[in-house]
């Protein structure tokens, strides 16, 4: 993984890296925290499905033979 460093003064402080796509997280950013890992808005949508992935079904399909 490449890590850029800018050396902007107007930049906020990166608080976090998200866990799943490395996105730098400044202050004030909305991140979700499960289960120890730091998840962007980006990624939620991604980390819901894994983490429902046993929760997934297809309409109908419970009732196919
Ligand atoms: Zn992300």
């Known amino acids: 993984m490449s ?3 800018h050396q ?3 930049r906020r402080p990166v608080r976090a890296l998200c866990s ?3 996105r730098e997280l400044t202050e004030g950013e ?3 925290r499960i289960n120890g890992a730091v998840i962007c808005p980006d990624c ?3 980390w819901a499905r894994r983490d429902y ?3 997934h079904c ?4 419970e009732d196919a033979p």
């Open 58 to 61: 297809v309409c109908g399909e």
């Open 8 to 10: 902007d003064p107007q």
């Open 3 to 5: 890590y850029h460093v």
């Open 30 to 32: 909305s991140c979700w």
């Open 44 to 46: 939620l949508p991604l």
């Open 53 to 55: 992935a046993g929760h």
């Open 20 to 22: 799943l796509c490395g």
